[in-house]
């Protein structure tokens, strides 16, 4: 197994087909959820897997700079304020609606 | 003579100020300023009339005084608004001022309600017709011709909760409109050929459209030896007789008479300024103002002149029938203005006399029909009718009324010394002068039926008993309406001894003086004339009602204005209306408008279908929109393809 590993160290296209395993499960969490919380999450794991991308060009076209590591931790900590906005307005609404089932929530169409 | 833009200007001025500003606030401000206005223009009228016979005694002088330019379309055809000096204008301005102010004055006393507005467009009206007057070329007259044309709608339907008056005010628009289509394609036609030929032949003109240069000989008989290929006529012909389309409607000659009778709807004020002493003389004036052209072209002046004979004959005939006084009034206006037209037709470049003649009678009928009009106006005010046989008697009532209706009678009818006589004897001068007999007994005969309709009225509505309680308890009109009918009288009496000859002549040769033989026989036909309506109608009925029935068909006949309104109403209504007008209706009703709706109809509906869409919710939303992208990303890809 660690000989397996050594001698098959992952290369870029690895890590962005993980990148976008990632990105697909959060598409897909984000389309299907009824629980709005659970669209918050899955937005999460497509911020990461956006953040990821940033350190995966990185390491592979210019490893001396650390310009993207510093973008992927600006990522992490603008979605850190943005989970915190949706969770408040996920509050305000089940104050309101008793409920934060997104499938319910069709007022646009008016 | 720089100021005589003013004398178009100021009622324009007060105009706006009366209807703008003063009408809502008083209508007495409103009326006296209205007439304060017009009574200055007419002294500036009199100043510039002074002005210029003064100064250009003896030679026919066009002066143009004031100009701007209005429109241009190109170099070398613009069109210039402006002030035109010569002795026709000259005269029709002191015309149109004096009866106008005239009228303003009498209207203070006359009307009653809606003060602010009459006077608004009295002042209007004033404003276009000297605009005409004034007019340096075809398009400039055009313009105010309309622009009276409205002034006359406003004022035929000034009553306009009256449903007989409104009818009648769309009668005159339209009838007129129709003859001012024949009016524009004759100005186009000669702004076309005029500007194709156009040559600098003088230092005063500016422009193809201009009067002097549509008279010029030049320009006319270069035109006139084109065949326009309608009938026989040349271009010049063609021109002029579709010119003339427009005059005849204005001054409601024969066939496109039929609106003035009606226009009588109208205020009596308005009828006697507009319907009988200046807006239908527009039509005289007009054929005046262009009387070189016509007369370049021998046949439209031919076509003048018997038009003329024959509306005046006719409108005559129908004059003795009517029992409406107006209506008695305005087919003797019709019948003077045909005088006026056969006058002009008569006229020759080698022997101008008619064009002297007609002029001098549109400048005394100004007056004695103006004051027929205002007079027939205090007996309607006092006796509330217009029916001739629910007056009678109101000789000892209105003494001041009375002799002033006389006068005008008598100055219609042509009797010595009164204005007609002199100027109905120039006019059967010029006619048997020229060699014209037919028409000279025409309108000798016409002479002699002018006496019969209008000593008819006086008999039959001042002489006699009183025929209701209304014409027996009449009281004589306020005085605010007896100056102007008194100042009208004098005119009426006077007029006659203008010596029109030096004024007012085109040519050399003018007669001016009475001729005897022709002097004899007129006033004979008009003592004739008198003698007849005192015979049949002074005192009894029987004798006329008899005579009536003598000439039966005739009679009924004329007495229905032998039925030209019935037989438009059937061109227009039963073929017009029924094979034309109705299928294309339905063409524009179902089929123009059924495709418009129709794509209406198609986009709303698939609007509808569509609108199920949208579900309100993100993730509806967000799965199109992933979906979509990975469309877009997917043509890219296959587009451009991948490099390995």
């Known amino acids: 197994m660690i000989e397996f590993l050594a001698s098959h160290t992952p290369g870029p296209h690895h890590w962005l087909v993980l990148s976008m395993i990632l990105f697909s499960i959060g598409l897909y969490g984000v389309l299907s959820r009824s629980n709005a919380v659970g669209v918050l999450m899955s937005v999460e794991i497509m911020l990461n897997s956006a953040a990821m991308n940033f350190v995966i060009f990185n390491k592979y076209i210019s490893p001396a700079a650390v310009d993207g590591q510093i973008m992927a931790i600006f990522a992490i900590a603008v979605a850190a304020a943005e989970a915190v906005v949706g969770m408040a307005i996920f509050v305000a609404i089940y104050r309101r609606r008793w409920s934060i089932d997104v499938s319910t929530m069709d007022l646009m169409k008016d | 003579m720089k100021f005589a833009w003013l004398i178009p200007a100021i009622p324009l001025m007060s105009f706006i100020l009366v209807g703008l500003v003063l009408r809502p606030l008083s209508k007495r401000i409103a009326g006296l300023t209205a007439t304060a206005a017009i009574f200055v223009c007419a002294a500036l009228a009199y100043l510039l009339a002074w002005e210029y016979f003064s100064s250009c005694a003896h030679e026919y002088a066009a002066i143009v005084p004031v100009t701007f330019e209005w429109l241009r379309y190109q170099a070398g055809l613009s069109v210039q608004m402006g002030v035109l000096v010569d002795p026709i204008s000259v005269l029709l301005m002191v015309v149109v001022t004096t009866v106008s102010a005239l009228v303003h004055l009498y209207s203070i006393g006359y009307m009653h309600e809606d003060y602010g507005r009459f006077f608004t467009y009295l002042n209007l009206f004033t404003f276009s017709m000297l605009g005409l007057v004034a007019a340096v070329n075809i398009v400039q007259m055009y313009v105010f011709w309309e622009l009276v044309g409205v002034s006359s709608f406003l004022l035929i339907g000034f009553y306009y909760k009256k449903h007989s008056a409104v009818a009648a005010s769309n009668k005159a628009f339209i009838v007129t409109r129709f003859s001012d289509l024949g009016f524009l394609t004759g100005i186009l036609i000669l702004g076309y050929y005029g500007f194709k030929f156009f040559v600098d032949t003088s230092a005063g003109q500016t422009g193809p459209f201009d009067f002097a240069y549509l008279n010029s000989a030049a320009f006319t008989t270069k035109i006139a030896s084109m065949p326009s290929g309608i009938f026989d006529f040349s271009i010049l012909t063609l021109s002029m007789v579709l010119v003339f389309i427009g005059a005849a409607g204005k001054s409601a000659m024969f066939p496109l008479h039929i609106w003035l009778p009606d226009a009588m709807e109208g205020p009596t004020p308005v009828s006697a300024l507009i319907h009988a002493a200046t807006m239908v003389v527009a039509g005289v004036y007009l054929v005046a103002r262009l009387f070189p052209a016509f007369a370049a072209s021998g046949s439209a002046l031919m076509m003048v002149a018997y038009v003329g004979a024959f509306t005046s004959l006719f409108a005559a005939i129908i004059g003795i029938t009517q029992d409406d006084i107006k209506r008695v009034l305005a087919f003797s206006t019709l019948s003077q203005i045909g005088y006026m037209m056969l006058a002009l037709g008569v006229a020759t470049p080698a022997h101008p006399l008619g064009y002297t003649a007609s002029m001098f009678h549109l400048f005394t009928h100004a007056f004695f029909k103006a004051l027929l009009f205002l007079a027939a106006g205090a007996v309607i005010h006092a006796v509330s009718t217009n029916n001739i046989w629910e007056m009678g008697g109101l000789r000892k009532k209105m003494p001041v009324t009375h002799i002033t209706f006389l006068i005008a009678a008598l100055a219609i009818a042509g009797i010595y010394p009164f204005a007609g006589f002199f100027s109905k004897d120039e006019i059967l001068a010029s006619a048997l002068g020229n060699g014209h007999t037919l028409i000279f007994a025409v309108a000798l005969t016409v002479a002699a039926l002018t006496a019969v309709y209008m000593f008819r009225i006086y008999f039959v509505a001042f002489t006699g008993k009183a025929r209701t309680h209304h014409a027996l308890h009449a009281h004589e009109a306020p005085k605010i309406m007896l100056i102007p009918l008194i100042v009208l009288a004098i005119l009426s009496a006077i007029a006659g001894f203008v010596p029109m000859g030096n004024f007012v002549r085109i040519g050399p ?85 059924g495709g418009v709706n129709l794509s209406g109809f198609l986009t709303r509906m698939t609007g509808q279908k569509l609108r199920f869409a949208q579900t309100g919710q993100v993730q509806t939303y967000g799965f199109w929109f992933a979906g979509g992208l990975l469309l877009v990303m997917l043509v890219i890809w296959a587009a451009i393809g991948v490099k390995s």
Do not use: C
């Not at chain 2, 022709?518 to 004739?528: D, H, K, R, T």
């Not at chain 2, 039966?552 to 017009?576: H, P, R």
């Open chain 2, 509 to 593: 040769n003018v007669h001016n003086g009475i001729n005897h033989t022709i002097a004899i026989a007129a006033s004979a036909a008009a003592v004739l004339g008198i003698a007849a309506a005192w015979f049949f109608y002074a005192g009894q009925t029987a004798r006329a009602a008899g005579a009536a029935k003598t000439f039966g068909v005739i009679y009924l006949a004329a007495k229905q204005k032998f039925y030209i309104d019935e037989l438009y109403m059937f061109i227009t209504k039963s073929i017009l209306f029924r094979f034309v007008a109705s299928p294309i209706a339905w063409f524009d009703r179902h089929i123009v408008d």
